[in-house]
């Protein structure tokens, strides 16, 4: 049932209500570090003590107490959650007893802001962990053969330094062996102390026996049961039979702090009734007595106590000291007295300041949020001044801009925001609290510290800009480079720390991966014909409490490669075959090839020729259109089939290209041409013979139709200057009255004749006399051709002039 008073929590309205405690919780001796004893924030609702609605942002922190206090005996969590952190030792901790507790503060917040100081109050079960103990673990007594019935020899009490009050309290009994005359002798004393004893039943006979062993037993009345055991001898002798007797068994007395050190503060004095050195006292403290106290004063033999190391003990203080006055017999004698001393503080001390930041880093160096708000709880501050009266009254003041010093009473304050801070504006404060008392003459203690802003993730990462654009190429390894990506983050810390992701289409598997510093690479080889170009976003995320993120657009275009050759989709299967009908009002085109290529661009942009099957030079394939065409004129002799393998090339670099045979058979018509003979064959990579001689004809008979053309303008213009002249210089002759000679066809002074068979050639002109001729007759030239139709081309034509008359003019001329 004691193991479960652990958890057990109480709440005193009494205790509350006297000693300003807000709870008060229970918990034994010698739990384990981590030992549960309450929920601070439910307890603190349901006595009312808290009253909010809203729990989530709840915190609270236990405020550091001082060197001298139990700072490191529990812990609370930011939920509320009280354990023990070590170890708890009643007896390390408490006074004899005495009700073991020790307090603590705890500082409440919702979310920055401060709402209240809880103090709480843990009393400390003493655990029966202590055996009652003897000074010693054999005392030797003696009783004298002349001791009678009755006669009493004292023995040491024993010691429990549990704290409680059942594990402290000793029974004792005897264990002896059966017919010894010896029994226990038990009273109580002062303080919860025994006087103990051997009594004799009977009188003793040393001759008989001299020396008896007995034993006694102490038991407390813990649980579980502790006992101690003290060996006791009896030697049959002369004994000392009477113990010092204090003057004064209770002793209070009060002291200032500035005692010297030098003078007795009191001189405890015992009287023994025995002789020698049954009757000489001597004094050292009891086991009782608490190590701070023996600390603090010094106890001699003759029973002198001296104050040392109380100059500075501050306001009053209390301690009890628990002396043995022992005589010198055998065994010795003793008895027991209790002193009292308080000590007052008379002297004027400075103020002592203890600050407990809520967030401290360093030894006066605190951390605040940059997005802390006005009215946030920064620190608990309390002044420490034990002097007497008006040495004892303290103020204190903070000047600051930014932070302000409350004062909730009793030597307490608190600091809090008093306007908003900014980390890129000032990233620390330095300020300092000054305290002063109001002695005569005033005593001051300033306590200089730092408050640290830290920064805040409240911007979100940057990219240096919207969309980023990159170009790779396909038919590449695996992490091949794509491009950098750059983001910024004014941030600091974890805050500026950034870390890069692709955000997956909800169809889309991405080909790619970034690095945390924004470089973007292939997890494989990129097909442009499966994915011209890819568009995602990037994902940038920073390291700060929470993580802000942004995204930018990235679109990567895969630039082609000319690994796909060219295929022919017509015709679409190898080898095609084709059956063509010609006849003379035929066109010249037959059909068109049709190819394709996945690839792009020039790597996609196709050539056709003809390879082999084409020795009659009778087709051509345009090489762009890829349509397939006579080259000539088809005659009847050229009926038959042909076997055209055909190439279609890209333009790529290397070239790729596809072949195909196209087995062609022609039929012409009858009405076509009968033969196809030599002259008509030429080789593919010569002009038309046809071509050559009307071009070489046309070119000739214009030339000279142009001479010809000239040549009559010059005649014309000389005859018309001559018949001038002559009417100038002869009047009398008369138009038409001179004969006219007509040239005939033989005479004619330009007759051209022509022998098919030796060419054109032109005759030599008769030459006639001036006065044959007509000199006003002029007969027209007329063209005409020299030759039968079927002998030449009909686009070839030799012209010849038949007749002319040239008056008074010199024919070698022209």
């Given at each position: 049932m004691e193991d479960m008073f652990v958890h057990i929590f109480v709440v005193s309205t009494f205790l509350h209500s006297c000693s300003s405690v807000d709870l008060t919780y229970y918990v034994e001796e010698g739990k384990l570090p981590g030992t549960y004893l309450g929920d601070i924030a439910t307890d603190a609702q349901e006595i009312h003590i808290l009253l909010l609605k809203d729990h989530s942002q709840i915190t609270f922190n236990e405020l550091p107490q001082r060197q001298t206090s139990s700072?490191?005996?529990?812990?609370?969590?930011?939920?509320?959650?009280?354990?023990?952190?070590?170890?708890?030792?009643?007896?390390?901790?408490?006074?004899?007893?005495?009700?073991?507790?020790?307090?603590?503060?705890?500082?409440v917040r919702q979310a920055e802001t401060f709402i209240k100081v809880l103090k709480v109050r843990v009393f400390i079960k003493d655990v029966n962990d202590n055996e009652p103990t003897f000074p010693k673990k054999l005392?030797?007594?003696?009783?004298?053969?002349?001791?009678?019935?009755?006669?009493?020899?004292?023995?040491?009490?024993?010691?429990?330094?549990?704290?409680?009050?059942?594990?402290?309290?000793?029974?004792?009994?005897?264990?002896?062996?059966?017919?010894?005359?010896?029994?226990?002798?038990?009273?109580?004393?002062?303080?919860?102390?025994?006087?103990?004893?051997?009594?004799?039943?009977?009188?003793?006979?040393?001759?008989?026996k001299d020396v008896y062993k007995l034993q006694v037993i102490a038991k407390d009345e813990g649980s579980p049961i502790k006992i101690g055991i003290l060996e006791v001898q009896i030697f049959v002798t002369?004994?000392?039979?009477?113990?010092?007797?204090?003057?004064?068994?209770?002793?209070?007395?009060?002291?200032?702090?500035?005692?010297?050190?030098?003078?007795?503060?009191?001189?405890?004095?015992?009287?023994?009734?025995?002789?020698?050195?049954?009757?000489?006292?001597?004094?050292?403290?009891?086991?009782?007595?608490?190590e701070i106290a023996k600390e603090k004063f010094k106890l001699t033999k003759n029973g002198e106590i001296y104050a040392q190391g109380i100059r500075n003990l501050g306001k009053k203080q209390s301690y009890k000291l628990f002396v043995d006055a022992t005589d010198g017999g055998n065994p010795p004698l003793s008895s027991i007295a209790m002193v009292l001393i308080n000590v007052i503080n008379q002297q004027n001390t400075p103020p002592e300041l203890d600050i407990n930041f809520v967030s401290q880093l360093q030894e006066n160096l605190a951390a605040i949020s940059e997005k802390i708000e006005v009215g946030s709880f920064i620190a608990y501050v309390s002044v420490i001044d034990n002097d007497v009266g008006k040495n004892g009254e303290v103020s204190c003041s903070l000047n600051h801009d930014k932070f302000q010093l409350l004062n909730l009473g009793s030597k307490e304050y608190k600091i809090i925001m008093k306007k908003p801070v900014n980390r890129e504006v000032?990233?620390?404060?330095?300020?300092?609290?000054?305290?002063e008392d109001a002695g005569s003459p005033p005593l001051q203690t300033k306590r200089e510290f730092s408050i640290q802003v830290m920064d805040v993730n409240d911007v979100r990462p940057q990219f240096i800009k919207s969309?980023?654009?990159?170009?790779?190429?396909?038919?590449e390894k695996s992490n091949f480079p794509v491009g950098f990506i750059n983001a910024t983050d004014p941030d600091l810390g974890d805050g500026s720390k950034l870390a890069?992701?692709?955000?997956?289409?909800?169809?889309?598997?991405?080909?790619?991966?970034?690095?945390?510093?924004?470089?973007?690479?292939?997890?494989?080889?990129?097909?442009?014909?499966?994915?011209?170009?890819?568009?995602?976003?990037?994902?940038?995320?920073?390291?700060?409490?929470?993580?802000?993120?942004?995204?930018?657009?990235?679109?990567?275009?895969?630039?082609?490669?000319?690994?796909?050759?060219?295929?022919?989709?017509?015709?679409?299967?190898n080898p095609f075959s084709l059956d063509v009908h010609y006849h003379p009002q035929s066109k010249n085109d037959i059909t068109v090839l049709r190819a394709l290529d996945r690839d792009s661009r020039e790597n996609a942009f196709l050539k056709y020729n003809i390879i082999s099957g084409n020795e009659k030079q009778l087709f051509t394939v345009n090489t762009y259109s890829g349509m397939l065409s006579f080259s000539r004129k088809v005659y009847q002799n050229d009926a038959g089939s042909y076997n055209l393998l055909l190439v279609v090339k890209d333009s790529g670099s290397p070239v790729l290209?596809?072949?195909?045979?196209?087995?062609?058979?022609?039929?012409?018509?009858?009405?076509?041409?009968?033969?196809?003979?030599?002259?008509?064959?030429?080789?593919?990579?010569?002009?038309?013979?046809?071509?050559?001689?009307?071009?070489?004809?046309?070119?000739?008979?214009?030339?000279?139709?142009?001479?010809?053309?000239?040549?009559?303008?010059?005649?014309?213009?000389?005859?018309?200057?001559?018949?001038?002249?002559?009417?100038?210089?002869?009047?009398?002759?008369?138009?038409?009255?001179?004969?006219?000679?007509m040239i005939s066809q033989s005479n004619n002074p330009f007759a051209i004749t022509q022998n098919p068979e030796e060419g054109v050639h032109h005759s030599t002109p008769s030459m006639r006399s001036r006065r044959d001729f007509c000199p006003e007759q002029e007969l027209p030239v007329e063209w005409t051709s020299l030759t039968s139709p079927g002998k030449m081309p009909a686009s070839v034509q030799v012209v010849s002039i038949k007749e002319t008359w040239f008056p008074s003019h010199d024919l070698s001329k022209i």
């Open positions: 700072t490191a005996l529990f812990n609370v969590t930011r939920s509320g959650k009280l354990y023990t952190t070590q170890l708890i030792d009643a007896e390390h901790l408490c006074m004899y007893n005495t009700e073991c507790f020790k307090t603590i503060k705890i500082a005392v030797k007594i003696d009783f004298s053969e002349t001791d009678r019935k009755g006669t009493m020899k004292s023995i040491p009490n024993a010691v429990d330094k549990d704290v409680g009050l059942l594990n402290s309290k000793i029974t004792y009994r005897l264990r002896k062996s059966a017919g010894e005359p010896f029994t226990l002798f038990v009273a109580e004393k002062e303080f919860g102390t025994s006087k103990l004893g051997i009594v004799l039943e009977k009188s003793l006979d040393r001759e008989v002369d004994i000392n039979d009477n113990r010092p007797i204090f003057s004064h068994s209770m002793n209070n007395i009060s002291i200032k702090n500035t005692h010297p050190p030098n003078v007795p503060i009191l001189v405890l004095s015992a009287t023994d009734l025995d002789s020698g050195n049954n009757g000489n006292v001597s004094y050292q403290f009891n086991s009782k007595t608490p000032t990233d620390h404060y330095d300020m300092s609290i000054t305290c969309t980023f654009k990159f170009l790779t190429y396909e038919n890069y992701s692709l955000e997956n289409g909800k169809n889309q598997i991405l080909p790619f991966k970034i690095t945390n510093y924004g470089f973007i690479s292939t997890i494989k080889s990129l097909d442009r014909e499966q994915h011209k170009s890819y568009s995602f976003k990037v994902i940038v995320k920073d390291n700060g409490s929470p993580s802000l993120s942004n995204t930018a657009n990235v679109i990567v275009e895969v630039m082609d490669e000319n690994d796909n050759a060219p295929y022919f989709t017509f015709p679409s299967v290209s596809a072949t195909t045979t196209l087995s062609l058979t022609l039929t012409v018509s009858n009405r076509t041409s009968p033969m196809l003979t030599a002259a008509h064959i030429q080789s593919s990579d010569m002009i038309d013979i046809n071509l050559v001689i009307i071009i070489v004809v046309t070119a000739v008979v214009i030339s000279i139709a142009i001479v010809v053309i000239i040549t009559i303008c010059i005649v014309r213009c000389n005859r018309r200057r001559t018949m001038l002249h002559t009417a100038a210089m002869n009047p009398a002759m008369q138009p038409g009255r001179e004969k006219c000679l």
